[in-house]
């Protein structure tokens, strides 16, 4: 069963889900985490991400920077983050901890 929500609790949704996800930072609409991983584990993570992503029909951003990962998520168009926004992030925490696990 799905709740309904009116855009006031909608927003405070999503906000209360935000904090459950650690390490994940908003920068206006948009989340972003970054990740300490090597290059195989990014390699993983990136392939694994573009699964979940395409399910969800959203496009984060994810880059390589020395030995980190960055992963934003959202529009950044003004449009407002949504619940499948939040729910990618909490996927790719999901898939962080597996490859890491390896």
Known sequence: ???????????????DALTLLSGWTREGEQIRRTLVIDDTQHAALTERVKVVADALHLR????????????????GNGEPLTEGDVLLAARI???????TES
């Open 93 to 99: 925490e999901d898939v962080y901890r597996t490859v």
């Open 1 to 15: 069963m799905r709740v309904l929500f009116n855009s006031r609790a909608k927003h405070d949704y999503l906000s």
């Open 60 to 75: 984060p951003e994810i880059s390589r920077h020395a030995d980190s990962t960055q992963i934003r998520v959202g529009h």
